[in-house]
């Protein structure tokens, strides 16, 4: 049974850089699929932060691509997120998930997500 | 364009049907996946492909697509069914862009 669990600071300053890990269990990273960052502001809807490929290869939300960093680590098979310069406006839910791209795509595998309050 | 449009809100009677629409240019080249929400939840995906149901979906649900537009029906709505829907979608870019959301009321 294939798991995500995000983890990382509850409270970020603003200006600062936000990070998180997703941990995966029940599958090895190295083995295949993409992985995914997406994000929830309270009371509104997702926002897909960027995916990558377990060789390194990234897609980032063009609106948040200067400020995002996604990361794999096959060795603890685990993937991060960072994202710089973060503002009140980045204040949400933060999810990471499992995406399969073939010739269909899909986020089949959630996290079940951690909240993130930038807050000076 | 790689924007996704639904409605804002939907509702249906308990047992009747209802369609949940997400419209964008990427529909016509790539299929989308559909989530259900419910407050304080993680997604879950739904529907994918072209009408495909993840183990645990009951088939009360299914999906459709013609042209720029993806559909989420639901047959014979339940209770449980309350809840926020999103599409997703692959752009040209290899992007993932979510829709804004349905937020699904059963009367």
């Known amino acids: 049974q294939v798991q995500l669990q995000e983890s990382g600071p509850g409270l970020v300053k603003p200006s600062e850089t936000l990070s998180l890990t997703c941990a995966v269990s029940?599958?090895?990273?190295?083995?295949?699929?993409?992985w995914g960052w997406i994000r929830q502001p309270p009371g509104k809807g997702l926002e897909w932060i960027g995916s990558?490929?377990?060789?390194?290869?990234?897609y980032y939300n063009p609106s948040l691509k200067s400020r995002v960093t996604i990361s794999v680590d096959t060795s603890k098979n685990q993937f991060s997120l960072k994202l710089s310069s973060v503002t009140a406006a980045d204040t949400a839910v933060y999810y990471c998930?499992?995406?399969?791209?073939?010739?269909?795509?899909?986020?089949?595998?959630w996290g079940q997500g951690t909240m993130v309050t930038v807050s000076s | 364009s790689s924007e996704l449009t639904q409605d804002p809100a939907v509702s249906v009677a308990l047992g009747q049907t209802v369609r949940i629409t997400c419209q964008g240019d990427?529909?016509?080249?790539?299929?989308a996946s559909w989530y259900q929400q419910k407050p304080g939840q993680a997604p879950v995906l739904v529907i994918y492909?072209?009408?495909n149901r993840p183990s645990g979906i009951p088939d009360r649900f299914s999906g459709s697509s013609s042209g720029n537009t993806a559909s989420l029906t639901i047959t014979g709505a339940q209770a449980e069914d309350e809840a926020d829907y999103y599409c997703?979608?692959?752009?040209?870019?290899?992007?993932?862009?979510f829709g804004g959301g349905t937020k699904l009321t059963v009367l």
């Open positions: 990558i490929y377990h060789s390194g290869s990234t």
């Open positions: 029940g599958y090895s990273i190295s083995s295949g699929y993409y």
């Open positions: 998930a499992r995406v399969v791209v073939t010739i269909y795509d899909a986020f089949d595998i």
């Open positions: 990427s529909l016509r080249s790539y299929y």
């Open positions: 492909g072209k009408n």
């Open positions: 997703n979608s692959r752009d040209s870019s290899g992007n993932h862009p």
